[in-house]
C-alpha cells in the first residue's frame, strides 16, 4: 500500500511536548516521511503544546469545550475520513486510550497498518491487542536500574566476610545482630492502598491514570468515572469533591483539571 502515513495526536492524553518530539522520531525511523499529522484536543492542551505542533507542522484540530470529552470522538471521525478517502499506508495514534480500540481494530480490518505511541503509565494493557505495534514513550525504568542497585551488594560481602575473621577474636553481639534483624523486618513500608479510604480507591481504579500524578484532563477522568458514579446514584464531580483531600481541582473557580494529591511515602 502506497498511501501517505498518517500521526493522529490526542492531545488531552499526550500532552507531553518531549512525547510527542520522541513519537514523532521514531515514527519517521520507521516509515520515512509523515504527510498527515494533527493534534486533537482542547484549547487549553493546544496551547501548551504550540511550540512542537509548530516545530514538527502539526495541524492543530480544537475540539467542543463540552462537559462530554469530544477529543476522542473528533480523532475517529478524522481517522475513519482518511481511511475512506486517502488510503494511507500506516496510522500512528499518540494515545495509549483505551477508547481508540474499535478505531485500531478497524483500520486494520482494511488493510492499515496501525500502530500506537503512548507514556508508559497511561498505556492501557488491553489495547495492545488492537495495534501492530506499541512504543512506550519517557524514561521508563529497565533492567540496568536494578543491575545497578544489585553492584555494590557483592563488595558489602567481603567486608563482612573480613569482619567475621576479626569477630572470631571479639566477644560476639547477638543482641545487637537481632535487633537489627527486628528492625530490618519492620522497615518496609505498607503499601498506598492501606492508607487510602476505600471512595478514593474506587476512583483510582476507575481512572487509573490519576495515579501518574499529574494535572489531567477534567472531563476525561469524569468520562471514566461515570460508570462509578451511576453505581452510586450520584455524579462524577460530587464523587471528587466529596475526597477533596486526596484530588486537587484546578483551576478552584472553573476547574478544567483534576490531579490526585499522593499520599506521604507513594
Request: glycine share 4%; net charge positive.
Amino acid at each position: 500500500m502506497n498511501g501517505p502515513a498518517v500521526f493522529l495526536i490526542d492531545a488531552d492524553n499526550l500532552s507531553d511536548a518531549n512525547a510527542i518530539r520522541q513519537a514523532f522520531e521514531q515514527l519517521t525511523a520507521l516509515t520515512g516521511p509523515v504527510a498527515i499529522r494533527r493534534a486533537y484536543g482542547s484549547a487549553e492542551n493546544l496551547k501548551g503544546l504550540a511550540a512542537v505542533i509548530g516545530e514538527l507542522a502539526i495541524q492543530p484540530c480544537q475540539t467542543f469545550p463540552l462537559s462530554k470529552n469530544t477529543t476522542d470522538a473528533a480523532l475517529v471521525v478524522g481517522a475513519m475520513e482518511l481511511a475512506c478517502e486517502r488510503m494511507p499506508s500506516l496510522v500512528a495514534i499518540g494515545s495509549g486510550d483505551l477508547d481508540f480500540f474499535p478505531l485500531a481494530v478497524r483500520l486494520r480490518e482494511r488493510g492499515i497498518r496501525v500502530i500506537c505511541f503512548s507514556l508508559a503509565n497511561k498505556l492501557h494493557d488491553e489495547v495492545k491487542a488492537a495495534y501492530d505495534q506499541c512504543f512506550l514513550l519517557g524514561k521508563a525504568p529497565t533492567k540496568t536500574d536494578s543491575v545497578v542497585e544489585a553492584i555494590p551488594a557483592k563488595p558489602a560481602a567481603k567486608k563482612t566476610a573480613a569482619k567475621k575473621a576479626a569477630t572470631k577474636k571479639a566477644a560476639p553481639k547477638p543482641a545487637a545482630k537481632k535487633a537489627a534483624a527486628k528492625k530490618a523486618a519492620k522497615s518496609p513500608a505498607p503499601p498506598a492502598e492501606v492508607r487510602e479510604p476505600s471512595g478514593v480507591r474506587d476512583i483510582l481504579v476507575a481512572a487509573p491514570e490519576l495515579r501518574s500524578g499529574e494535572a489531567l484532563a477534567l472531563n476525561r477522568v469524569i468520562e471514566h468515572l461515570q460508570p462509578l458514579a451511576e453505581a452510586a446514584q450520584t455524579k462524577p464531580m460530587k464523587l471528587l469533591k466529596k475526597h477533596a483531600a486526596h484530588f486537587e481541582l484546578l483551576p478552584a473557580d472553573k476547574p478544567n483539571k483534576v490531579r490526585w494529591l499522593q499520599a506521604p511515602g507513594t
